[in-house]
T-cell receptor, first 114, second 110 residues
């Protein structure tokens, strides 16, 4: 299974600012994904990070608010823009390999917006 | 789109007993069904999965069954231990994207 790391692990930000979260995988992967998990809730897919093209966003999430980059097969970033307290959540990246569906998750980034 | 329901939302069992969590899905095109365990403050971890060409899969104390006709699948944990206490999520996928169920909080009482 892939080993996935995320930076930062947590942050406290002021409203109106932006935060970029980095996700690094230790091997080349086909797909990378970004999820949001509110406390005590399930995982909600924000977008699929496509290498070499624009990310594919799920309903309710837009590029202006959550711009995503994926410059290569092992790295992706998610930016949470113009933050408000409602953006306080855990943001997780995941990745799946070339040969299988299995998704493996990073440790998450706990974001608090004040 | 796909919709995944999961029951129960909370489950308490005595150590050594069995636990069963059930999920239903709506999209008949879904063909991959993973289960994740998430301990407090930790990342979700894949514990077992099943594909639509298989009816049952077992890994030590954990098993998953799939009924494609009825569109439901279940996680079975036998001989539960305190370290099995966590939130368990099922998911369904017809391609690369997963749709997760709402989760089941399992408590194993000593």
């Amino acid at each position: 299974s892939a080993v996935i790391s995320q930076k930062p692990s947590r942050d406290i930000c002021q409203r109106g600012t932006s935060l970029t979260i980095q996700c690094q995988v230790d091997s080349q992967v086909t797909m990378m994904f970004w999820y949001r998990q509110q406390p005590g809730q399930s995982l909600t897919l924000i977008a699929t990070a496509n290498q070499g093209s624009e990310a594919t966003y799920e309903s309710g999430f837009v590029i202006d608010k959550f711009p995503i980059s994926r410059p290569n097969l092992t790295f992706s970033t998610l930016t949470v823009s113009n933050m408000s307290p409602e953006d306080s959540s855990i943001y997780l990246c995941s990745a799946s390999s070339f040969t299988a569906n299995e998704q493996y998750f990073g440790p998450g980034t706990r974001l608090t917006v004040t | 789109g796909e919709n995944v329901e999961q029951h129960p939302s909370t489950l308490s069992v005595q150590e050594g007993d069995s636990a069963v969590i059930k999920c239903t899905y709506s999209d008949s095109a879904s063909n991959y069904f993973p289960w994740y365990k998430q301990e407090l403050g930790k990342r979700p971890q894949l514990i077992i999965d099943i594909r639509s060409n298989v009816g049952e899969k077992k890994d030590q104390r954990i098993a998953v069954t799939l009924n494609k006709t009825a569109k439901h699948f279940s996680l079975h944990i036998t001989e539960t231990q305190p370290e099995d206490s966590a939130v368990y999520f099922c998911a369904a996928s017809g391609g690369q994207n997963f749709v997760f169920g709402p989760g089941t909080r399992l408590s194993v009482l000593p």
